[in-house]
């Protein structure tokens, strides 16, 4: 089954650029993103802080069925434009990868359909080649689905 989360690396550059249309007016695309309870349910961690507003901070982590974290992931905005647009940082902790800068932007296709456009740079282009031998695409591609899915119930 093709993925509908695409993911582009262009050859030599430090950067991925990635988009995924939505069944989802851009609204609740953006809200997706920004309030605490959705982004829960839809990525499967816990939301420790989302502060979402120009600077501010924000502070996951995904725990396993023991309780015991796994991973905690941290940033800070930079530009919040309700609807348009999320330019942050993201840091994971205790794992071999720099931060990352995310551009994140959100396009109304039509009423009940919108696109979103991310734009990951990497401190270098080895860090990038080494997310992508990860299952990142997989992972994106499953965390988007369940974001359609959980989000659609808001419409």
């Excluded at 600077?55 to 796994?70: I, L, M």
């Excluded at 740079?121 to 689905?145: C, I, K, T």
């Amino acid at each position: 089954m093709e993925r509908k989360t695409k993911v582009h690396a262009e050859e030599g550059k430090q950067e991925l650029k990635i988009t995924r249309a939505f069944d989802l007016p851009v609204e609740l695309l953006f809200r997706a993103h920004a309030e605490p309870e959705l982004v829960e349910q839809w990525m499967g961690t816990k939301v420790l802080k989302l502060d979402a507003r120009k600077h501010g901070s924000w502070q996951f982590e995904t725990s396993d069925p023991k309780g015991n974290v796994v991973v905690r992931m941290s940033g800070a905005f930079h530009e919040f434009i309700p609807n348009q647009k999320i330019t942050r940082t993201f840091e994971m902790e205790n794992v071999p990868f720099d931060v990352q800068l995310e551009f994140f932007e959100f396009e109304r296709l039509t009423d009940d359909t919108s696109k979103l456009t991310m734009h990951i740079v990497y401190r270098s282009l080895a860090l990038r080649d080494q997310m992508l031998q990860m299952p990142f695409e997989q992972g994106l591609n499953m965390a988007h689905n369940q974001l359609q899915k959980v989000i659609s119930k808001l419409k």
